[in-house]
C-alpha cells in the first residue's frame, strides 16, 4: 500500500461546491422566466384584440365618441282639467255684530257662550228692567183709567140719545155727549200705545240674535254696564256658514265664476271639504293686481274664522302639454325645461307649471307641445351642450 501525502499550502482556497442546491435554484429560475413570458405574451395579445374594437367604436361614432345620449318627448297637447290654486283666511260668511238695542243698563243675565248654536229671537243676554217694570205698571194703570173714563163717556152718550126722543135732551147737548164719549176712547187708544211702547223699550233690554246660527264671540258679564255705545256684545255667524277669502291674479280670476266647485284644506289638517265660489269681487285693486274670490263652505269643527286653508277651484278644462315630472326643473329663476333644437343643441325654456298630479305637470305658458324636450338628463346637461337625442313616445 501506497502513501499519498496531499500539501495544502496557505496561499491556496478550499472551494466545497453542494450540487444539489445549485440545481434547485437553475430550476426555480427556469419557471420564473416562463410565467414572465406568458403575462408578456397574455398583455401583448389583448392588446391586439382591443385595438379593432376601439376603433370599430370611434368609426360607428362618427367621430361623436364624446356626445352623449339623451332620451325627449315631444309632448303634444292633451286635455287637462284647469285647477285653480290659493290660499287665504277662513271667516264667517255672514259675521253679524250683536249689540244693545234699547238704552242699556246693567247686564243682570248672559245666556249663551261663544260656539253656542242659537235660533232667531232667542234671547242671549238680559239687562236689569225693574225701573221700567214700574213704570209699565203705571202706564197700564192709565190704560185703565182711561178705559173707565171712556165706559162712562158711552153711558152718558147713550142715557141722552133715550131722553132725546122724549124732548129732553137737545141735540147740541147730544153732540156734546158725543164729543166726550169719543175723546174718552182716543185717550184709551193714546194710553194703550204708551203702554206699548215702554214694554217694547223692556224687550229691548233683551239682547236678541238677529237670526238662527252660531256664536262666535261673546264680550259682555254679568254685571257690566252697557249701552249702545258699547259695541258688539257678540258675534253671530248666519246659519253657522264659512267661507275661505282667496286673492287671486286678474288672469286666473278671467276663469272664475260662481256656483264653481272648489276644494278647501285647512292648514294642518289633512281633509277637505267640498265648497263652491258664492262671489267674484268686480273690483280689482289697483295697487297688487289681485282680486278676491269668496269660497263658501258648510260648517265644521275645522272650519274655524281666523284660521288659515288651501282652496283648489275646479275652474273647467284646457290643452296643455303634459310632461313628467323629471322633465321640468326648478332653480332660483323659476321653472324650466331643456330642449334640442333642430342642431342637437340643448337650449334652457322658462315655464310657467299648472295642474300636477299623478299624470305629470301641464305646462300653462312657455310651450307649444312640437319641442323635443329632455325626460330626465336635464341635472347633467348645459345650454349650448351637443347630444344624441332619442325620442321616446309621448304617454
Do not use: C
Not at 78 to 91: E, H, K, M, N
Amino acid at each position: 500500500m501506497m502513501n499519498r501525502e496531499t500539501t495544502i499550502h496557505s496561499s491556496d482556497t478550499l472551494v466545497v461546491v453542494d450540487r444539489s442546491r445549485r440545481r434547485r435554484w437553475i430550476i426555480i429560475g427556469s419557471i420564473a422566466a416562463f410565467v414572465l413570458a406568458m403575462i408578456a405574451l397574455a398583455m401583448f395579445t389583448g392588446k391586439n384584440a382591443a385595438k379593432p374594437d376601439g376603433a370599430a367604436g370611434t368609426s360607428a361614432a362618427g367621430g361623436q365618441g364624446q356626445i352623449p345620449s339623451v332620451t325627449v318627448v315631444v309632448p303634444g297637447q292633451t286635455q287637462v282639467g284647469r285647477t285653480i290654486s290659493a290660499s287665504g283666511p277662513l271667516a264667517a260668511r255672514r259675521d253679524q255684530p250683536v249689540g244693545i238695542a234699547g238704552q242699556g243698563g246693567r247686564v243682570v243675565r248672559v245666556l249663551v257662550d261663544a260656539g253656542s248654536w242659537v235660533r232667531a229671537g232667542q234671547a242671549l243676554a238680559v239687562v236689569d228692567r225693574s225701573v221700567q217694570a214700574q213704570q209699565a205698571a203705571q202706564l197700564a194703570a192709565q190704560v185703565e183709567a182711561a178705559r173707565a173714563n171712556a165706559a162712562l163717556a158711552q153711558s152718558n152718550y147713550d142715557r141722552a140719545l133715550a131722553l132725546q126722543g122724549r124732548g129732553f135732551v137737545s141735540k147740541a147737548e147730544i153732540d156734546s155727549k158725543k164729543a166726550i164719549r169719543d175723546a174718552a176712547y182716543a185717550q184709551v187708544r193714546v194710553a194703550q200705545a204708551v203702554l206699548g211702547a215702554q214694554r217694547a223699550q223692556i224687550g229691548q233690554l233683551n239682547v236678541t240674535a238677529p237670526t238662527a246660527g252660531l256664536i262666535l264671540s261673546r264680550a259682555v258679564e254679568v254685571g257690566q254696564i252697557v249701552s249702545p255705545a258699547s259695541g258688539a256684545l257678540f258675534h253671530l255667524a248666519e246659519g253657522g256658514q264659512m267661507e275661505l277669502k282667496a286673492q287671486l291674479s286678474q288672469q286666473d280670476l278671467a276663469f272664475i265664476h260662481s256656483g264653481m266647485p272648489a276644494s278647501v284644506t285647512p292648514v294642518g289638517s289633512d281633509r277637505s271639504y267640498a265648497g263652491s265660489v258664492w262671489q267674484v269681487e268686480p273690483v280689482i285693486d289697483p295697487q297688487s293686481r289681485l282680486g278676491e274670490v269668496r269660497i263658501t263652505v258648510p260648517y265644521d269643527n275645522a272650519i274655524r274664522p281666523g284660521g288659515f286653508a288651501e282652496v283648489k277651484i275646479s275652474a273647467g278644462a284646457t290643452t296643455a302639454p303634459v310632461l313628467p315630472q323629471s322633465a321640468v326643473l326648478s332653480d332660483e329663476n323659476g321653472n324650466y325645461v331643456y330642449l334640442i333644437n333642430g342642431k342637437n343643441e340643448v337650449e334652457r325654456r322658462g315655464v310657467k307649471i299648472g295642474q300636477v298630479n299623478d299624470s305629470g305637470v301641464s305646462i300653462a305658458q312657455g310651450l307649444s307641445g312640437s319641442e323635443s324636450i329632455v325626460l330626465s338628463a336635464g341635472p347633467f346637461l348645459n345650454p349650448g351642450q351637443k347630444v344624441a337625442p332619442k325620442r321616446q313616445k309621448a304617454q
